[in-house]
């Protein structure tokens, strides 16, 4: 079952715009998967775990496609049965709603893929 976030738009950050604060990052972070954490209320880490390397390069491609349709591009680790995502906002130097929007929409890709 996946988050209705990953149903809302990403939107891009205004000009004015801060990063989430670490409740609002706690509210957000219950809307996901159990791959995601919040590290030092900067960025968001997962890692999705996959049976071998041809899924884990299948949900990578996946995730780089979801990326440059939303043009919110996540920094993502390939190997042998896993991937790894971290992301953030870097115009505001931290997280934004649009990070918990790509978070749950790629839990979305891992739960269509089988996993």
Known sequence: MSSPLADEP???AGDDAEPLDGDECADYLDELGDAWEVVDDHH???S???PDFE???AFTN???ALAEEEWHHPDISLSWGEVGVEMWSHEVGGLTEADFVMAARMDRLYA???E
């Open 62 to 64: 996946d995730v780089g």
């Open 44 to 46: 968001l880490e997962a």
């Open 55 to 57: 899924t884990a390069l």
């Open 48 to 50: 999705y775990e996959f």
């Open 112 to 114: 269509d893929a089988g």
């Open 10 to 12: 990403v939107e891009p």
